[in-house]
């Protein structure tokens, strides 16, 4: 079974600049979530979703965050524009009513 | 809402010894603890959880102990080895899966040297 599948690895993008990380949950996963942990501070929740729905996003910052689930399927996390402040790793993650979460490797982003 | 909070940040360990990681919670309604590791350049990985009808769990080298009362849980290392070397989470939630959001300790980082 593939896991949880994210990029890219790694960005480092300017101030202002525009950037769009993409998540591949498991097949067959209703529920995807985003996170993001800030060095050295505890991963924070940003959103979730049910399909294609959103089902709570009180964790996004701000309105710089624009999340969007296709069909169900892979979802992407665009920043828009981009911060200082918004460098961390993004972790998407997916799982089942009843179980665990399954986490991505994560997206290591960089603001300069 | 829920807080977790997390200790040690860092712990360094010789290769045998044991290494625990405790965390305190808020909100009794809390009733999931997973444990949650992460090696360098991967992410997050479910190692075990407990949920608050029982107050510990054991699976090979690794025990959980929970104390609802205190609103305490602990994760347990024994003879550690150097593959045990990431950074460890805790997490509470009302659940497992589906709505239920965890609530993440700032993890702690724990070196095993040989």
């Known amino acids: 079974e593939a896991g949880v599948t994210q990029f890219p690895s790694h960005s480092v993008i300017e101030k202002g600049q525009t950037v769009t990380l993409r998540c591949d949950p498991i097949s067959g996963h209703d529920n995807l979530y985003w996170y993001r942990r800030v060095m050295g501070k505890e991963i924070k929740f940003l959103l979730h979703?049910?399909?294609?729905?959103?089902?709570?996003e009180s964790g996004m910052p701000n309105n710089r965050f624009l999340a969007e689930r296709t069909g169900g399927t892979y979802s992407t996390l665009k920043v828009q524009p981009a911060e200082l402040e918004d460098s961390g790793v993004y972790f998407c993650?997916?799982?089942?009513?009843?179980?665990?979460?399954?986490f991505g490797s994560g997206t290591r982003l960089t603001v300069v | 809402g829920e807080n977790v909070e997390q200790h040690p940040s860092t712990l360094s360990v010789q290769e045998g010894d044991s290494a625990v990681i405790k965390c305190t919670y808020s909100d009794s309604a809390s009733n999931y603890f997973p444990w949650y590791k992460q090696e360098l350049g991967k992410g997050p990985q479910l190692i075990i959880d407990?949920?608050?009808?029982?107050g510990e769990k054991k699976d090979q080298r690794i025990a959980v102990t929970l104390n609802k009362t205190a609103k305490h849980f602990s994760l347990h290392i024994t003879e550690t080895q150097p593959e045990d070397s990431a950074v460890y989470f805790c997490a509470a939630s009302k659940g497992a899966g589906g709505s239920y959001i965890p609530t993440f300790g700032r993890g702690t980082s724990l070196i095993v040297h040989p």
């Open positions: 979703f049910v399909k294609e729905s959103k089902q709570d």
């Open positions: 993650a997916s799982s089942q009513v009843g179980e665990g979460y399954t």
């Open positions: 407990i949920r608050s009808n029982v």
